[in-house]
């Protein structure tokens, strides 16, 4: 499939495809709370379309079909939130514990700079009163902010539902709408790029969910042996965060040891969960990451981390969950249109995710000697 076939500069058709960039990430930015409900809504659609297909070949009607996968949908994410809700409401109950062990390391700190500083109580607690002056005059913007994001969060769990309900009943007038868009020569491109989308979208978040669930138990039962608190929902939430490449976490890492220090006076307890979570999550993005996550999307770290901080910058949260498959998506396309197969070079990685992998074929030599010397 080619974009187009006058034999224009080089610089001409880098400039027009930097442009449409501009003005998809410009249309990204201003309808995100349109595009973000329907974007999680072709995810959730594509998951639940063999489920679909299942109950209709059972002689289900297609509404009762499309109802059925939508409840247990429904019922699996609300049975994921409840249990993170009592995590958190344990976690949440402990706050006044939490902010007595905060303010003594403060006093702490404190003491600390006025030794190695020379600088009083009196004056750091005067700095602090300034910048706490500044935050109060910016508070109207930061509750303005808090109130839209509960918006758009109320606004994505209704029309997710209505939007995944319509995907599936009128799939099939979508699929034609495409067919019909195109030339009847570039027939068997949009098949494959509609083909190797749903193989991409189902095996990403299939297996997205098979690892979250082995990283948050193995974090979880590693902090459990170290006596931490709140160890579940630590383990839980550094698999939720593990989603977002590379910055994921750190983050969680970063906050289990901020909360660590307030409910535990064993320092070594920092550094076995420093080494804990960064232990697994090696052992995740070398093992498990290449074997059931991202064996299809073959999308190279440079541009990972760069469209997950576009994403972020774009829409906010969700841009970082939705950032990974869309990059993927838009590779499928580079590689089928002619004109743009350098680009998907440009994404592309066959040694990151994919079996390649350095750690892999070491082990692959071993596992083929070992054999070689039993059959011996």
């Known amino acids: 499939m080619k974009l187009y076939d006058n034999e224009a500069p080089l610089y001409v058709k880098l400039g027009f495809q930097f442009l449409i960039v501009f003005f998809i990430c410009f249309f990204i930015n201003v309808a995100q709370n349109i595009l973000i409900p329907f974007a999680f809504a072709v995810l959730l659609t594509v998951l639940l379309l063999p489920l679909v297909t299942f109950f209709e070949s059972k002689h289900f009607s297609k509404v009762l079909s499309i109802f059925i996968a939508l409840f247990i949908s429904i019922g699996f994410i609300a049975g994921i939130i409840y249990f993170l809700s009592s995590q958190i409401v344990s976690f949440i109950q402990d706050v006044p514990s939490i902010k007595q062990h905060l303010n003594q390391h403060f006093i702490d700190i404190q003491s600390w700079i006025k030794t190695k500083f020379n600088i009083s109580f009196s004056e750091q607690n005067q700095y602090l009163q300034e910048q706490a002056d500044k935050l109060k005059d910016s508070g109207t913007g930061y509750i303005k902010t808090t109130f839209f994001s509960i918006t758009e969060a109320v606004l994505l769990l209704f029309l997710m ?210 054999q070689k010397k039993n059959q011996v």
């Open 161 to 370: 539902p209505i939007y995944t309900f319509l995907l599936l009943y009128y799939r099939l007038h979508i699929r034609n709408f495409l067919f019909i868009v195109f030339k009847k020569e570039y027939n068997d491109d949009v098949q494959s790029v509609i083909n190797k989308s749903k193989i991409m979208i189902r095996s990403y978040v299939v297996g997205l969910l098979i690892e979250m669930a082995i990283v948050a138990f193995a974090n979880s039962f590693g902090l459990i042996l170290l006596g931490v608190k709140y160890a579940i929902f630590f383990g839980v939430l550094s698999a939720v965060l593990n989603i977002i490449p590379y910055i994921g976490m750190f983050t969680a890492t970063l906050f289990t040891v901020l909360v660590t220090l307030t409910t535990s006076d064993n320092t070594s307890d920092i550094v076995w969960i420093i080494v804990i979570f960064y232990g697994i999550h090696i052992i995740d993005t070398n093992f498990l990451m290449p074997r059931i996550v991202a064996s299809r999307l073959r999308i190279n770290a440079l541009i990972s981390i760069l469209g997950v901080v576009i994403g972020g910058a774009l829409t906010g949260v969700s841009g970082l969950f939705l950032s990974v498959p869309a990059i993927a998506f838009i590779k499928i396309i580079c590689d089928q249109i002619e004109s743009l197969k350098p680009w998907g070079i440009l994404m592309g990685d066959d040694t990151t995710y994919s079996e390649k992998n350095l750690i892999y074929k070491r082990l692959q030599h071993f596992r083929k000697q070992r």
